[in-house]
């Protein structure tokens, strides 16, 4: 099978999680080792996210004044080294040598005209206290959201539109590499005034360009990593279910928070929808489970309504 794995930024820093070298090298090694016991027999692609990461180099940018921070659109090809990187390592340590890895910084295409420009949604950065939230909002003219009883800076987040690196993607999986490409939705790009393509201040959902990518190259399955074991209804409540199964139809009545699983239910239903192929959402440590087919929230055309766990 051909199988895109897209890595949530959460679920490589987790919420709350001291956002350390250390502690994202160890969330990624969890995640290749579940990744190192799919590779036989199938070819891979891996994406991930970014919002935590990019948030922090955005935050210690801001601490040298001498010079203007770098864009969102830098920081975002900063991230998809960084982690490229550490991903490479650890699933190198765990594969055979002769594996090879290919780590691709991947512009994508999105529209200057798209109304997320005027309503940020996407969570980066850490969490802050409400009144920390506020201070740093008021000083640096950040727009800030709730994500669950903390806030976190919200930024614009745009669909993808194209992925201009979509030849050389197919290329090394054709050659049997194992590609690392699309990190943080891939760095936000678009056509000025004069026709030249520029960095745009933003930062796609991972998710939405996992589920572009995964239909572009004709992938058997999208598996959306993520912090959780599965989509839930009524999360953090004590009437909480766990979806096991759902028809994109009936999963996109749910309703689910934009800035949380939101994207991710958006971008499963709607790479089952156009390939007729399933999408599943499920926790970073259950991977190998996943695509056997015994954990996460499936989504498929197959069966019509939804099943919980």
Known sequence: MRIVVALGGNALLRRGEPMTADNQRANIRIATEQIAK?????????????????????????????????????LGAETEGMIGYIIEQELGNLLDFEVPFATLLTQVEV????????????PIGPVYAKAEAEKLAAEKGWAIAPDGDKFRRVVASPRPKRIFEIRPIKWLLEKGSIVICAGGGGIPTMYGAHGKLQGVEAVIDKDLCSALL????????????????AAFIDFGKPS????????????????????????????????????GKVAVIG????IEAIVQGKAGTRISTATPGITYL
């Open 38 to 74: 799919i590779h036989a027999g199938n070819e891979l692609v891996i994406a991930h996210g970014n919002g935590p990461q990019v948030g922090l180099l955005s935050l210690q940018a801001a601490a040298y004044t001498s010079v203007s921070p770098y864009p969102l659109d830098v």
């Open 111 to 122: 529209d200057a005209n798209d109304p997320a420009f005027q309503n940020p949604t996407k």
């Open 214 to 229: 995964a239909e572009q190259l004709e992938s058997d399955l999208l598996v959306i990593a993520t912090d959780v074991s």
């Open 240 to 275: 909480q279910k766990g979806i096991a199964q759902a028809h994109p139809d009936d999963m996109e009545k749910l309703g689910f928070a934009a800035g949380s699983m939101g994207p991710k239910v958006q971008a499963a239903c709607e790479f089952a929808r156009h390939t």
């Open 283 to 286: 926790s970073l440590s259950d």
